[in-house]
């Protein structure tokens, strides 16, 4: 092989929630003409999951990053990497378009991964945990993690039907446990979650738009896009609700609940695909198995850059590390040098990558929307690869941390 930093040709993801038409981000970033106007364009993925691998064009021909990564562990890795997660690229790295809600979901750990793949390969389709972190390119709504019992009890003063869910015993209960129930019920008697929720339709519907809160508008929303029995209609009270503004991150470990439900994002997680669903999806949803993995003690972390040109979201996954970098003409970024890989995506602008491999001094030119993986061998010295912005430029750089 020759040794250097290798174009990516990524999937794309065509969910339903993803943004449609002219205005659709990932098209955008990508540069794609004469896309189908009503074709979703949901998730970018970058990396080498078995499911939807990114590609590399190598002077060998095009090569699945998943193949690459198997045939040269060592070279595409390096030794620490291998050593600590196998010979497997250890995150995936993804934009993602969200023009509708995502469903309310929690993420297992790795112990929980395991089992529930052991269990049912179909739909948990690896033995890896999914901690993630999301970082706005504009602006992100969201519901993340559980109110507080105060928080709650509030809830079910201003709205008696969900009360009525659970019995007026909200005050002695702790969050998690008004989850459960309400869960539970959805099991037991659907009826009863579509009662309340049409019962909350014909309240709120009465209000002006200007009256309604970003959770009532969103409720009456969803309830034009999904059964009146889901009971995630109903959770969508039960979580906080989060707004990022441009360069805001949030880290999500294991066990906390949540839904993307609109914005455009970059995302970096662990190596995994394993998804919990408690409702909001056409997709298979595991309601018993979600309330078994929630995690109340585990919380997000917010991230703020604070207008820094180089900031880095310091998550505490072993897995990845993301960078964002903000740079004017003639800036320089220098990787780092911890025999890792690398994964560059460029949102805006134009740099060049050069490196040093071999001896020989190489230049690739990047431009909007374009990513490339450089392999661990690349990094094995210092100053061995380095951008150089061209002009007023947004880049991401995601690795493994050397703490790993």
Not at 133 to 155: C, H, N, P, R, Y
Not at 227 to 233: A, E, I, P, Q
Not at 318 to 343: H, I, L, Q, T, Y
């Amino acid at each position: 092989m020759n040794w250097q930093p290798y174009r990516m040709e990524n999937p794309i993801m065509h969910y339903a929630w993803g943004s449609r038409g002219p205005k659709a981000f990932i098209p955008r970033l990508l540069g794609l003409e004469n896309v189908e106007p009503n074709k979703p364009f949901a998730e970018l993925w970058m990396g080498a999951h078995p499911s939807a691998p990114s590609r590399v064009v190598t002077a060998q021909g095009v090569i699945p990053l998943n193949e690459l990564v198997a045939t040269y562990p060592s070279e595409a890795l390096g030794d620490r990497v291998l050593q600590k997660f196998g010979p497997v690229l250890p995150f995936l790295f993804k934009v993602l378009s969200a023009a509708e809600a995502l469903s309310i979901q929690v993420h297992p750990n790795k112990k929980q991964a395991r089992e529930l793949h052991n269990r049912d390969p179909e739909h948990y389709p690896d033995e890896n945990h999914k901690p993630e972190v999301a970082i706005a390119l504009d602006s992100l709504d969201a519901l993340v993690g559980l109110k507080s019992s105060t928080q709650i009890f509030e809830v079910c003063e201003k709205y008696p039907e969900v009360a009525a869910l659970v019995g007026g015993k909200v005050s002695s209960g702790p969050p998690l446990e008004v989850f459960e129930r309400i869960i539970n019920l959805s099991i037991e008697s659907p009826s009863t979650i579509a009662d309340v929720v049409d019962k909350l339709v014909g309240r709120l519907s009465i209000k002006t738009e200007d009256e309604r809160s970003f959770v009532e508008t969103l409720f009456l929303d969803l309830c034009t896009k999904y059964s009146n029995d889901d009971v995630g209609l109903i959770l969508l009270f039960l979580l906080e609700h989060k707004r990022l503004k441009t360069g805001d991150g949030m880290y999500i470990p294991a066990g906390v609940p949540h839904a993307y439900i609109c914005g455009n994002i970059v995302e970096c997680m662990a190596n995994s695909d394993n998804v919990v669903r408690a409702g909001l999806t056409p997709k298979y949803k595991d309601v018993r198995t979600l309330l078994s993995i929630m995690d109340y003690s585990a919380k997000p972390r917010h991230f703020r850059t604070g207008g820094k040109a180089t900031f880095t979201y310091d998550v505490p996954a072993e897995e990845f590390k993301v960078v964002r970098w903000m740079a004017n003409d003639g800036d320089v970024f220098r990787g780092p040098c911890d025999s890792g890989p690398a994964v560059i995506l460029v949102v805006d602008g134009k740099a060049y990558v050069r490196w040093v491999s071999e001896s020989t001094d190489g230049k690739m030119s990047l431009d909007r929307g374009n990513s490339v993986f450089v392999p661990a061998i690349i990094n094995s010295a210092p100053n061995s690869w380095r951008l150089e912005a061209v002009e007023n430029t947004l880049i991401f750089i995601v690795t493994v941390p050397v703490s790993a």
